[in-house]
């Protein structure tokens, strides 16, 4: 069985930084891309990034391009989600996600595991 446990959420100003983590279990990590997404109160959840198995490719939704870094260390089963710049349209609960294949994908439907998530805030 497929874990996955974000880290890293909390409150934070506009303009400050975070980093989200997330440490995966019950399959061959560095065989899967794995994604970001996140979901804001009242709204669908949406794509944010993803990086392929190598991690040598990701993909980056336009809104988060330039301020967010996704990257994964497969010696630690870990993907990250390097937050900078952040501004209030960021907060929302951040959910981490396994991919189906080892491609980037910026749909939901590539991917077959999700954590549980972690709250993300910006606000001042």
């Known amino acids: 069985q497929v874990q996955l446990v974000e880290s890293g959420g909390g409150l934070v100003q506009p303009g400050d930084s975070l980093r989200l983590s997330c440490a995966a279990s019950g399959r061959t990590f560095s065989s899967y891309a794995m994604g970001w997404f996140r979901q804001a109160p009242g709204k669908e959840r949406e794509f944010v990034a993803s990086v392929s198995w190598s991690g040598r490719s990701t993909a980056y939704a336009d809104s988060v391009k330039g301020r967010f870094t996704i990257s994964r260390d497969n010696a630690k089963n870990t993907v990250y989600l390097q937050m900078n710049s952040l501004k209030p349209e960021d907060t929302a609960v951040y959910y981490c996600?396994?991919?189906?294949?080892?491609?980037?994908?910026?749909?939901?439907?590539?991917?077959?595991?999700w954590g549980q998530g972690t709250q993300v805030t910006v606000s001042s």
């Open positions: 996600a396994n991919g189906k294949t080892g491609v980037v994908r910026n749909q939901g439907n590539g991917y077959d595991y």
